[in-house]
């Protein structure tokens, strides 16, 4: 019997041999593609990936595949032009980017397509780095998003995106370029909020225990102890902004339920802001484990500071001149080890939700696993670390001395929000609460008198 023939591989062009033109043609080589370049110094463009070939940016060039990846700037678009009769009913591919968001006044690939009228722009890839493409796409870059006005044009190119491993996202219209190519500027989108609300608290309680700590000192006991800014004072913020942020990566859902337990349905959407925060729960949550890492290093090396080293050197010697010992107190060495205790399992828990927040670990885990984690032992976590910050207190809520110019320490104002959270959670979770709560959330609804009024006057 005769052998049948091998069918031919799609040969596929890529006009530019930068970075990226290089990487994406490795990538479609390896993916059984044909691969020939366009280049205006095709014998000098540096090393291309082995089994391509290249050409100068010529008819010939133009003509050699249905589909082109023009992997060139903005301002190089104009040799292009001239090879409109030949790129005419051909999909060209425009990858491109700008160094700034509105720096032309319309779209990369809109302009492309004005040059070249006859043929059928897509923008795609764009938000795709050679990196990306050199090494395999992880989860984070696998998503590809295209636009285009023809249907056919737009698969074929969805279809060389799948060969590649990618996961391929229609965005419509070729007027939303504009957008994909506003992707790429965007640095860290979900991150900005957070972002912004640890660097107000962080600031906004560095200057109030700055002005408790440091400034009452200097100004009521003339004692200078600015040196106590850098760890002492720092040591002092960072567990305040820890137990806050995690507090508000839970407020949100709790606001969340006692919304569905007034409305009695699950079907109306939630305010656009409570929308926004309930999406950065896990940013919160990541920035807040930051600060926790902080404080915990900064707690070790309390040991080996000289102030400290110097305050216990000078009580020892003081009683020893005066002949004195120190009486040990049971009540103090419980709250201590109490203390240290529930920091160890708060942070130990703290460092469970921050691993399995990451992908490849979420991943592995089902949906019970992940929401049990999540939010059973979220809200244990909660509350080792406000029950930390309440033994820290200890006695000294009650202390006068503690107030300072009338002011409460920051650790005090740091327990309102956790403690907010962890009450409306206790109620959350009684029987007769969670009961109503668990049928609205299975699609159970509160229908409104007046309306079974209505229905049963018009039945």
Known sequence: KEM??????ELLCIFGTGDFGRSLGQRLLQSGYRVVYGSRRPHSCGP??????????????????????????????????????????????????????????????????????????VKAFNTLSAWALQNGPSDASRQVYL????????????????????TVLDRGSLTAARELEDFPLQLFPEWRLP????????????????????????????KD????????????????????????????GVIAAFLQLYRGT???????????????????????????????????????????????????????KENKTSVFDTTLAWRAD??????????????????????????ALSWRE?????????????FFCTLHTYLYGGSRFLSPSTYKWYTPPGYILSLVVPSVVLVLKLLIILPCVDRTLTRIRRGWERTDPEDDTKKSLLT
């Open 266 to 320: 699950k079907y109306k959407r939630f305010p656009d802001w409570l929308d926004r925060w309930m999406l950065c729960r896990k940013q919160l949550g990541l920035l807040a484990l930051a600060f926790a890492s902080l404080h915990v290093l900064y707690t070790l090396i309390i040991p080996i500071r000289y102030y400290v080293r110097f305050k216990i050197a000078e009580s020892t010697i003081s009683k020893i």
């Open 4 to 9: 049948t023939s091998a069918p031919e591989q």
């Open 48 to 121: 291309l990936p082995q089994g391509a070939q290249v050409m100068s940016h010529t008819a010939a060039a133009a003509q050699s595949a249905s589909l082109v990846f023009v992997c060139i700037h903005r301002e190089h678009y104009d040799f292009l032009e001239t090879l409109a009769p030949e790129l005419k009913g051909k999909v060209l591919v425009d990858v491109s980017n700008n160094l700034k968001k509105n720096l032309y006044p319309e779209a990369n690939a809109e302009y492309l397509q004005r040059l070249i009228p006859g043929a059928h722009v």
């Open 338 to 363: 109490s203390y240290y205790s529930m920091g160890i399992l708060g942070y130990a828990l703290y460092v469970l939700l921050g691993i399995t927040s990451l992908p490849s670990v979420s991943n």
């Open 147 to 166: 636009c285009g006005n023809s249907a056919e044009a737009k698969e074929a190119v969805s279809e060389v995106a799948t060969k590649l491993g990618l």
């Open 195 to 222: 972002l912004r609300l640890a660097a107000s608290l962080a600031a906004a309680f560095f200057f109030y225990l700055l002005i408790r700590d440091v400034v009452y000192a200097y100004a009521e006991e003339g």
């Open 225 to 252: 102890i600015s040196f106590r800014i850098m760890v002492s004072l720092a040591n002092k913020v960072f567990p305040i902004v820890s137990l806050i942020m995690l507090a508000l990566c839970y407020l949100p």
């Open 370 to 382: 992940f929401s049990f984690i999540q939010s059973k032992l979220g809200y244990l976590t909660l």
